[in-house]
């Protein structure tokens, strides 16, 4: 049991998993610095609200909210741009692993040749 549990620890996609979360972590705090210092300040601007996060109309808190789904947003476009480079890269490197049907008729002639002989 513990060397099936060693072996899954050990697949690439839960490696990759972990640092994918790790990644997407760090770059939440970008995402929020960038939208917390530099595209709240201009917002509030032009909606003449000195902070956007505290616009509120009747007690609802609606800039709060806004800087939330503008924070989602920035983190799901760079996560798909992510995710379609992976895909492109994971793609080719599955095509280039994939032998030819030349390389697999050569091999299982090869192996039969092999049988035959021993």
Known sequence: ????????????????????FVMGVAFASVVTSLTADVINPVVGKILTVDDLSSWDVA???????LVAVLNFLIVALVMFFVVKAYNR?????EEEST???????????RDSLQTRHL
């Open 99 to 109: 032998p030819s049907d030349e390389v697999r008729l050569l091999t299982e002639i």
């Open 89 to 93: 890269v994971s793609k080719k490197a």
């Open 1 to 20: 049991m513990i060397k099936e549990f060693r072996d899954f620890i050990n697949k690439g996609n839960l490696v990759e998993i972990a640092v994918a």
């Open 59 to 65: 007690d609802i808190r609606i800039g709060a909210f």
